[in-house]
């Protein structure tokens, strides 16, 4: 793999835990789960290959219509992970972020980002942006709230979640759709999408996007 030429910001919608839990006729919670090891797994990897920055697409505004069950279960999870691995932190070696909405989030998981966020932050290397309660209508609308008026692209995008544009913008799953992901921020991005489900989007498949972005030609309105 060669390192020049990396995108320095990777978005991952991170895609199909449910089909793939069910292709295993395991419940779409075990997908689940197994999607959350994975992300520290792919984290690890994008921090080695010195990529800069990784937001990920965990939970969105939409994802609140979801069974009840399902939806509990994806708030309660990594606190319980949490709890069981903390003795471990020490092994993240790169900085972790949250990006979206706060004030819907159960205490217990709001406890559990502070911590994390808190225990990372003079790691080196790699910021792993986790988008949890994230959705781009939202993220646009309490930005221009917040700006002076008339509103200039700067003021607006030093108001947004996500400051940084995004390079290469991934969806495993087969869907070839945005959902409500970094509207604003992806419109030069690379798009690339993978039929692998997210639980089995290994080092191999990473390295694949990569290659794939790197032959591209990114011209930005302009002549190369
Ligand atoms: C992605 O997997 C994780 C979340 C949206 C929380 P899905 O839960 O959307 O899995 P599929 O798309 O139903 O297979
Ligand atoms: C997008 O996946 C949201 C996340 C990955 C968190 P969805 O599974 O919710 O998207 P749709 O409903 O298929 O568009
Ligand atoms: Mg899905």
């Known amino acids: 793999m060669k390192n ?28 689940h789960y197994m999607g959350g090891r994975n992300l520290f797994r792919v984290a690890t990897q994008a921090n080695e290959l010195g990529i800069e920055k ?24 990594p606190v319980e992970y949490y709890e069981k691995n903390k003795h471990r932190i020490d092994e993240i070696l790169f900085k972790v972020t949250v990006s979206g909405r706060k004030d819907r989030l159960p205490k217990a998981l709001l406890k559990v980002i502070d911590d994390v966020v808190e ?26 709230n917040a700006c002076d008026q008339p509103v200039t692209r700067k003021d607006l995008e030093a108001h947004l979640m996500v400051s940084e544009p995004v390079d290469l913008l991934i969806r495993t799953s087969g869907e070839q759709r945005i959902s409500n992901f970094l509207l604003w921020q992806i419109s030069y991005a690379e798009l690339y999408f993978t039929k692998v489900y997210w639980p089995s989007f290994n080092k191999k498949q990473f ?9 591209r030609t990114r011209r930005f309105g302009g002549l190369k």
């Open 4 to 31: 020049k030429n990396m995108p320095k910001h990777v978005a991952i919608i991170l895609d199909g835990n449910g089909r793939w839990a069910k292709k295993k006729k395991k419940p779409r919670s075990f997908g």
């Open 54 to 77: 990784l937001s990920v697409y965990a939970f969105s505004t939409e994802n609140w219509k979801r069974p009840q069950e399902e939806v509990d279960y994806l708030m309660t999870f």
């Open 119 to 144: 225990k990372t932050k003079n790691n080196k290397g790699l910021e792993l942006n986790i988008c949890l309660d994230y959705g781009s209508y939202d993220e646009i609308i309490q930005a221009v």
């Open 207 to 215: 390295e694949k996007a990569l290659n794939n972005y790197q032959k």
